[in-house]
């Protein structure tokens, strides 16, 4: 096979729903929104891009297993969970519940302004765990033109499982999959590279223009894989990647903005 076959995700394509005071695209079939042709990729089972209205939000629900977390892109996300945490987390936080035998927990737009986030989940390797939960913070500067490893294996290198105690705790948020995050803004012109580890992987480009049910628009890039060709992709769009361990992915931001994407990595 090629070095690394990319797949686009069309954002026209993806699950949407507009419920009045949640807009929200899901690029794997999950709740309203069925396609048996994108269920999964590796352990990655959801990715949604949601934007909440101020002062509403997703009240108390349940959860079992699955690994689940927010990236949160614009305004601020009201955490609270069945397991005694309450937090506020502003652009750039990472919060991440490991629901194991169980959670409940809320989600919702603090203070007077809208709040943008990605709603991830994903397949843990060991069932039944403990339940536990985690935040990180990585500011833009942290991600300009440069990949930032936001979320690991909680046993790779780096990843520290921290205690709520307080403290401030940097490096990526440990995670129970088989599966990196990476993130970045790109400036215009600029372009990165990434050796790729595992043999599935998954580009995304967060929509930071506006909520946009069309063909996607906005911040431009271009991604490629050596032999596996060139893509261009806009907002909203993504791609499945099938690689080949050792390969290079990279990205270029062939626009006229800066642009923010996530790369997935080693999702088996």
């Not at 005071?21 to 309203?32: E, G, H, L, P, R």
């Not at 990585?138 to 205690?163: H, I, M, N, Q, Y």
Request: aromatic share 8%.
């Amino acid at each position: 096979m090629s070095d690394i076959q990319i797949i686009p995700r069309p954002s026209e394509e993806r699950g949407n729903a507009d419920l009045g005071w949640v807009k929200s695209f899901q690029t794997f079939s999950v709740a309203m929104y069925q396609d048996y042709r994108h269920e999964r990729h590796g352990c990655l089972r959801v990715m949604n891009e949601d934007r909440v209205n101020a002062h509403t939000g997703f009240g108390t629900h349940s959860h079992k297993e699955f690994e689940i977390f927010s990236y949160v892109v614009d305004g601020e996300l009201e955490h609270e969970d069945s397991m005694g945490n309450t937090e506020v987390l502003p652009r750039g936080s990472i919060q991440l519940t490991s629901a194991g035998t169980g959670i409940s927990h809320s989600e919702r737009a603090h203070g007077d302004k809208d709040v943008h986030f990605m709603q991830i989940w994903t397949f843990p390797s060991v069932p039944r765990l403990k339940p536990k939960y985690f935040t990180r913070l990585f500011t833009d500067e942290d991600k300009a033109d440069k990949w930032a490893r936001v979320v690991a294996p909680v046993d790779s290198e780096g990843v520290k499982k921290d205690l709520r105690d307080g403290t401030a705790v940097d490096g990526p948020t440990p995670l129970q999959s088989p599966m990196t995050l990476y993130a970045s803004i790109i400036s215009e012109g600029k372009k990165l590279t990434q050796k790729m580890k595992g043999t599935k992987g998954y580009f995304h480009v967060i929509m930071r223009s506006g909520y946009n049910v069309g063909k996607a628009k906005g911040a431009t890039v271009k991604i490629s894989g050596g032999t596996g060709g060139e893509v261009t992709l806009r907002e909203g769009d993504g791609a499945y990647l099938q690689v080949k361990p050792g390969s290079e992915f990279v990205v270029e931001n062939v626009g006229d903005r800066k642009v923010e994407v996530l790369l997935f990595d080693d999702l088996e």
